[in-house]
């Protein structure tokens, strides 16, 4: 047999082959979708940094321009509920015209339906062209009932953009009577939007809603100054397009841009914030890296706990196979070790039970072969003993047939010895009758002794009862003794703390001096009755054990007496029942004699009749002999079938052999 196996890839190996690949592309495939998600992410997250600094920016303007509205609304209040002409109007401009300097740097300043303009900080005074009431603050400020700004313009004087806040003032008629204003110079607003940027190349800048002014725009300055509607670039057209179709707290995508456009709340401002789509993919591509190379090294790490993973768990299957190599080369001998809950566990237990079944089968299969050779062995025996049985049955025959013509002849004697045969039997009709007599009056003692042992059984019942009776009696007087042992323990214990207590009381006595002599006395009395007490009770501890020692001697008397009258009550039981049996056995003797003399009367007509049946039976001797000559011919054929079946069971015992070798392949 060839043992030999072409060795193939390992299990281990061949999971490897298959998992490596399979993680390696989970992983490509997870980079990838985590690549795209990390730009849709990082896109997501320009998008709120730009919401979030737009609106940095729109609060910063709001609460730097509403400080500004809260001044003049306070002035406008003012001026309504505290001057009743215009005097008391331009007495109080005059006086808070200056008060704010620092966040109305032109001051505050009013003019009224009389023509009257009022203006501290305007010095010299406007020239003769110059018209108040056609002044865009004041036609805008009559409209308005509360502070609003106007649009945002270049101041001649100071070369500066201004932006205007104004309101109508009222009289207690609610008549309009005038406007109250401020400028505001827009320093602080384009300080504000030119500090803040997004990324490293994005920028914020502001247009004026009305006029489309462009303000503080720190990436292009010379767009400053400019209306929006003017420039041909792509961008400031697409500004223009969203300021135009109002699209704002939006994100847009434009070109390589990000753009978001805010209107400034209370204003007219416009914020435009931008961001450049290489800062977005600058940072995307360093995260993406970052990513890249992470996953690269966790599926390295994976691949390499994959492999060491499958290295440990598949360890045991390494022994499993050394087992089955050892089973594939007929040895039994060899058994896994490997001892565990996982599957691997459950085919190394499978394994050993097939390996020690399959075992217990050879050994069952070998023990067979012997038994199979060894009845090979007896059925050759068997056939030869019965092929001499046979050769010996043919001598028998012949003798047979020799020994039935001697037969033949000594029918003829047997008739003969017929007549004597009748003689006999008349003689023995006489001695039978004769014993029937003897059986019957036999029959009588036993009935009477039968009588006898059924009164002797109820005697006996009767004095086993009363032993048993005796017996719980005594059984009884023991409870009774241990009641007065316990009873005698408890006046023993009285007796102890009696004289402990006279022992305590001669003591104090003692103590207590001549005071205390009576008192001893009466202690040694109570010592005294302590002492016959304890006495007392020794005596009856005494008694009551030895009492007990009869008590047990009794029962254990008690108890041989009962086992002997159980004894003696079996036998007359037995005895009894051997006088019901000598008594049937009596019965059928008797009936047995009649049945004997009423075969003898039979026997008597069959001896008649034995003389004519002889010449009968000389007839049935021929036929026998016929008979005598076809069974030599079934000796022959016996014979030969003997013979056959030793050639078979040469050919069996062979078999066996081949199926010992066989078997005797396997180590076991």
Known sequence: MNNKQSTGISLRNKMVLIMLPVVIICNMVTIFFT?????????????????????????????????VKGILENVKISVERSCDNSDEIIKYIYSIADAYLDIIPFGVYAGLEEDIYIDKMWQPEPGDGWVMKERPWYIDGLKADSVEYGEMYLDANTNQY???????????????????????????????????????????????????MILSNKKYPEQNGQLIT???????????????????????????????????????????????????????????????????????????????????????????????????????????????????????????????????VLNDVKGAVNNVDKKADTNAAVASHLSGLATKQDDSVQKLQQT???????????????????????????????????????????????????????????????????????????????????M?????????????????ASIEAARAGESGSGFAVVASEIGTLAQNSSNSVSDIVNITNELENL??????????????INSSNATVNRTNETFRKIQSSMDEIQSSIKTVVTAVEKIEDVAGDMASRTEEQNACTLSILEDCDEMLNIAVEFESKGKEMLSSSQELKSLSQNLDNTVEQFKL
């Open 35 to 67: 690549v795209k998600q990390t730009g849709k992410i990082m896109e997501k997250e320009v998008r709120d940094q730009m919401m979030v600094l737009s609106d940095s920016v729109d609060f910063e303007i709001s609460a730097e321009l509403a400080r």
């Open 404 to 486: 039935i013509s001697g037969m033949s002849e000594a029918i003829g004697g047997i008739a003969e010895n017929a007549n004597t045969l009748t003689y006999e039997i008349e003689n023995a009709n006489t001695a039978t009758e004769e014993v029937e007599q003897l059986v019957a009056e036999t029959v009588k003692y036993v009935s009477d002794g039968h009588n006898d042992m059924d009164s002797m059984t109820e005697t006996m019942t009767e004095i086993s009862e009363l032993s048993v009776g005796l017996q719980e009696a005594v059984h009884n007087m023991s409870q009774g003794l241990n009641g007065i042992n316990a």
């Open 230 to 360: 003017d420039l041909d670039d792509g961008l400031s057209k697409k500004v223009s397009d969203m300021i135009d179709s109002e699209q704002y707290a939006k994100v847009t995508r434009y070109n390589n841009k990000f753009v978001l456009i805010n209107e400034v709340p209370n204003t007219n401002f416009i914020t435009v914030c931008i961001a450049e789509k290489s800062d977005v993919e600058s940072a995307t591509k360093s995260l993406q890296w970052i990513t890249f190379t992470f996953a690269i090294i966790g599926s390295f790490v994976i691949c390499l706990i994959i492999y060491l993973a499958l290295r440990h768990f598949l360890n045991p299957m390494k022994q499993i196979t050394g087992v089955i190599d050892k089973m594939h080369q007929l040895d039994l001998t060899e058994r896994s070790v490997h001892s565990s809950n996982d599957e691997f566990g459950t085919i190394s237990t499978k394994i050993n039970q097939f390996a020690d079944n399959l075992h217990d």
């Open 488 to 504: 005698v323990n408890v006046i023993n214990e009285i007796a102890e703390q009696t004289n402990l207590l006279s022992l305590n």
């Open 162 to 212: 201004i932006i205007s806040a104004f309101s109508n003032i009222k009289n207690e008629d609610g008549e309009i009577i005038g406007v109250v204003c401020a400028d505001v110079d827009i320093e602080a607003v384009n300080q504000i939007m030119i500090s803040k940027s997004i990324y490293d190349n994005g920028y914020v800048y502001g247009v004026d809603k009305i006029t489309g």
């Open 551 to 564: 008590v047990i001697a009794v029962i254990e008397a008690t108890d041989s007496s009962i086992e002997k």
